[in-house]
């Protein structure tokens, strides 16, 4: 049975403000496994999402993410994830500079090579992949969670939390105006697993 519903589409006239969107639980890398803050925030949030950013946000346009940003992680799928996480991310934000000091080691590094060849692990290189959409950080001036969990997540890698998307809209109109132009982003549901 076909659907009646048909999507509805809006061109926009100029580039937002403000962009708005919600992280669903679920990642292509998460699949047989669980999210964390890296795969949320980073590489669905920033990336496999984030093309809305400069799509449809002006140049230092702010972005707020809606998602609860669990603290959990998988360390037989993602082995270098943490690692990232606790000693890469609250010094570099340069996905670039990311790749440059750290991409050697990582490729080589025994304990990581065992646990892609040998334990379901992703490849060593993976993990400084998901760093990439950082560079987005380049057209938006600021990101803004809301809903998080626990805040330290969201401030980990420099973006600031909010407790709801009211709340992360307040805090984007302080920047941009009581007027600020707000893309609203609405993904359909996905299916995974």
Known sequence: MKSQLKPRREILEEKADIVL????EWSPYAAFSVMNPILTMLSTGMGYFGGVIEAMGKPGCTTILASPVKDQWNHV???THKEIWEEILPDYHDPFE???IFED????????IYKYRHC??????HGLMTTYPLRRLKHTSKVIVAGAEQPSMVRHVGFEPARTVEEALAMAQEIHGKDASIAFVRYPVLAHR
Do not use: K, S, V
């Not at 969107?21 to 669903?24: C, R």
């Open 21 to 24: 969107y919600g992280i669903p």
């Open 77 to 79: 799928h993602h082995p």
């Open 98 to 100: 990311i790749a440059d």
């Open 105 to 112: 080691d990582f490729a080589h590094r025994p304990e990581y």
């Open 120 to 125: 379901y692990g992703f490849h060593p290189m």
